[in-house]
């Protein structure tokens, strides 16, 4: 018998540390695979940061030895899950289902950072390339493998990648399903930075701090305008750069800001 989704098994860790949020899957059944109850559970996440005005910045982890293997061979295999029923009901469990989870990290208001742990295969690479900032330990391994399975991309690689390491390289990728190191992955542009297995996480939340020491709103609208720029053309992105600024200038923390700096102390920011 299948478990309901309120029944479902917890599956995406969530902790919070000051003004940082860390997820962590937390699936050692499947190897942190794809499934219902992690889409589930990572969208909840990110509708829950956005409403949570005081995190600053969100961590995608993992925990054992692997970041996410991607899609679950077993239903591959028996025709179940994303793969059961026809074309038109495959591509609605799609459009529901895991690209719910391309959405979600899109539309969340504060930066990701992705610590890659281990292998991100397939899914799991793609889940990556969604977060804002990747730093990879030393045992990760990438791979853009669909094709080796004779898949397409259906989670939102295509979209993600290309923007994360260029037209070409993305091609390569997704073209020979090939698996990269994560040094081999530093040298494309994939990851920020390549760290020992027991120092990612702390390299992470590292990486936050330096974000989060500045003001909440601040955060929020730089992140979402660095995502809007890079889709529209110039007089729409300046546009909305002036309507964030407007908005961003009437804030009691961007007035403190400037008067920690005038004042030469450090600012003490209130969240408004």
Known sequence: MSLKPDQEPT????????????????????????????????VA???DINADTSIKCAILT????????????KDMYARSSHFAGNAAEIRRTYLTGVQTIARALY????????????PAMGAGMDFATMCTLRIASEKAKFAESFIKLGLT????????????????RAAEMALTGETIDAHQALNIGLVLKV?????????????????????????RLNTRLLRE???LDLPAALEIAAAMQAVVQQTDDQYEAVAAVVEK???NYVGR
Do not use: Y
């Open 45 to 47: 996440a990110c509708a």
């Open 229 to 231: 720029s890079a889709r």
């Open 153 to 168: 991309s259906a989670a939102g690689g295509a979209w993600f990648l290309t923007r994360a390491i260029g037209q070409q």
């Open 11 to 42: 599956v995406l860790q969530i902790q919070k540390e000051g003004p940082v949020a860390i997820l962590t899957i937390d699936d050692a059944r499947t190897r942190n695979a794809l499934s219902p109850a992690l889409t589930r559970q990572l």
């Open 107 to 118: 539309d969340l208001e504060v930066p990701i950072i992705a610590a890659v742990n281990g």
């Open 195 to 219: 760290v020992a297995p027991d120092a990612l996480l702390d390299e992470a939340k590292a990486l936050a701090a330096r974000i989060t020491c500045h003001p909440a709103h601040s955060i």
């Open 265 to 267: 102390r450090p600012a």
């Open 62 to 73: 993992a925990a054992g030895s692997v970041f996410c293997a991607g899609g679950n061979l």
